[in-house]
Every structure is written in C-alpha cells, then in structure tokens.
C-alpha cells in the first residue's frame, strides 16, 4: 500500500472554497490514479473526482464547474479544489490511490491505498 497524507480539511459558510491536498509517500503521483472520495452519514462512499497517471481528470456530472482534481508533480501532491460550496457537500472526504496502471475507476473497491480522512463542513 502507499501512505497518503491529507491536509486542508475544515469548516466553511456556503459559496465558499476549500482546497484539500493528499500527498503519496514512496510513489509518484503521475505513476498513481489518484482519487477524492467521500462520504456522508448514513450515505455510501462515493468518487467526486479522480486523475489517471496520464493526467486524465473525471468528475461527475453533478459536480463538474464546482469541484477539479489537480496535481503538481514537483510536489508529488495532488489536490481538491472545491468552489460554491453547499451544506451537502459535507462529509469526510478520502484521498485514494489504485496503483494499477489502467485507467480511472469509479469504485471505492479499486483503490488499494487509503488516506485517513479530512472533514468538510459547510455551514448554511
């Protein structure tokens, strides 16, 4: 497995920004598809978005001109910016990893390395 390191979770009033960081330890970002999940109580873990080794980028359509995955190979991080937040984008969000070089996948089950987790609260 590859360690992840997240940071910038936190609280925020909504319409505001927040940009959450995950950083691998031991690989390089562009040899990982790198996802951002996260789930809400009582609800299930879902992707919000992911980039492929290739800098391929996907995110759903429902988030899509809100939340953009990035990454900075010099800093061997990867990043969630996420703009014109609403009270339900709340959740813990995860970074991830698959460490298999085939593309971006949607399922939580694909990725093999985990990071433990940052809270985003938006306050209306």
């Known amino acids: 497995q590859v360690q992840l390191v997240e940071s910038g979770g936190g609280l925020v009033q909504a319409g505001g920004s927040l940009r959450l960081s995950c950083a691998p330890s031991g690989r390089t970002v562009n040899s990982l598809t790198m996802g951002w999940f996260r789930q809400a109580p009582g609800k299930e873990r879902e992707l919000v978005a992911a980039?492929?080794?290739?800098?391929?980028?996907y995110s759903p359509d429902s988030l899509k001109g809100r939340f953009t995955i990035s990454r900075d190979n010099a800093k061997n991080t990867v990043y969630l910016q996420m703009n014109s937040l609403k009270p339900e984008d709340t959740a813990v969000y995860y970074c991830a990893a698959d460490q298999l070089w085939r593309g971006i996948r949607v399922v939580s089950s694909a990725y093999d390395s985990w990071g433990q987790g940052t809270q985003v609260t938006v306050s209306s």
């Open positions: 980039i492929s080794g290739l800098g391929i980028t």
